[in-house]
């Protein structure tokens, strides 16, 4: 049995808890939280030891009539592997922490490649976690993970020669009030290429991958379009059958009649999915189309839950647990991930 410390319980955070309970082979020792929120109500309720993770505001919790567990050190003390969910550049911060206890901890995609031993996709890379050397792995970035999981089989079966996507990103997660445009569109970076191809070559380093990025006013997913040229002209039957193999790539059929990215979360909430998670990269079927050696595609990603299942997988990477595929079918399994 892993035992699991999550460390910092928002969006990726009490997403992240959940799918290790899912876990047979975990425990979930428990979630650390700054304050005594709705989000730590929410926790505790769900009967998850909690956590200070600042000392010095333990007397809020107390405040708020919410018992603790005990303290941060307690809970990396007690952990194999602490999943740290926390804001981008606190996961660096906290890297002396898990240190202190030989605690292995995963890290987020806001975090800095150079923070860390290793970046961690579960298609592409398992392997590279599972090293006595490493303790600290990062799973990457919502974005990267989806580029990741289709680049990975297409250049395996159909060599890549280069990948063109353009991502049009949603302004902030639907919690995120603070965030924006709100009646905008914003190149964003606007300097080209953007910085997330550099960022999937930190998982394939071999591939030739130019990125541009475009802010938008939404909250739902994130929105690829993707242009690949590839070594051979594949026909698009040929295509389809290769990402039909992947558990983690979904084809919204023709037939669903799913326009957007607003059908694509009420097919999941209607369909039970918890929180309307889309843990699956969703592919349009139809946007399929090869021009000479040049692939096209339109793909969707849910910003806040693509990565869950690969922070399972990290987890039994990074503690030598399973291999690739006995990981990736656990943790789909377990989830209910493959739509
Ligand atoms: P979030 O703001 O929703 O959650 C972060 C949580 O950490 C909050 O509850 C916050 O109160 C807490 N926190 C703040 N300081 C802390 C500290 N010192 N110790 C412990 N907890 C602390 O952020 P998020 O969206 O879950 O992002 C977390 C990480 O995941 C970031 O690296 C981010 O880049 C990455 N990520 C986010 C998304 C996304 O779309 N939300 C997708 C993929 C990866």
Not at 224 to 243: C, F, G, I, M
């Amino acid at each position: 049995m892993i035992k699991v410390g999550v460390n910092g319980y928002g969006t990726i955070g009490k997403r992240v808890a959940d799918a290790v309970r899912a876990q047979p082979d975990m425990k979930l020792v428990g979630v650390a939280k700054t304050r005594p929120n709705y989000e730590a109500e929410a926790a505790v309720r769900k009967g998850y030891p909690l956590y200070a993770a600042i000392p010095e505001k333990s007397d809020a919790f107390r405040n708020a009539g919410i018992d603790l567990a005990g303290e941060i050190d307690d809970l990396v003390m007690q952990s194999d592997v602490v999943v740290d969910c926390t804001p981008s550049g606190i996961g660096e911060q906290n890297r002396e922490l898990y240190r202190r206890y030989d605690t292995r901890a995963l890290f987020q995609g806001g975090e800095s490649a150079d923070a860390v031993d290793a970046s961690f996709n579960a298609r592409a890379n398992y392997d590279v976690a599972r090293n006595d050397d490493v303790q600290f792995v990062r799973v990457v970035s919502c974005n990267t993970t989806g580029l990741s999981r289709l680049m990975a089989p297409l250049d395996e079966a159909f060599g890549v020669e280069k990948a063109r996507i353009t991502l049009i990103r949603r302004g902030g997660d639907p919690a995120d009030a603070s965030r924006g445009p709100i009646n905008d569109i914003l190149p964003d970076p606007v300097t080209v290429p953007s910085h997330h191809g550099p960022d999937v070559n930190t998982i394939l380093p071999d591939l030739n991958i130019d990125t541009v990025g475009v802010k938008v006013p939404a909250t739902l997913m994130h929105l690829h379009s993707v242009n690949v040229t590839l070594s051979e002209a594949p026909s698009v039957d040929e295509v389809r059958d290769l990402l039909h193999e992947e558990s983690r790539l979904f084809l919204v059929p023709d037939i669903a009649g799913i326009g957007g990215t607003g059908q694509l979360k009420e097919f999941a909430m209607d369909t039970g999915r918890p929180r309307g998670d889309l843990w699956e990269n969703c592919i349009w079927d139809e946007s399929l189309s090869v021009e000479d050696n040049d692939l096209y595609l339109f793909q969707s990603i849910h910003q806040e839950s693509d990565v869950i299942p690969e922070n399972v997988d990290a987890i039994r990477a990074i503690m030598d647990a399973a291999d690739q595929q006995e990981s990736m079918e656990k943790t789909d399994e377990n989830l209910g991930v493959g739509l």
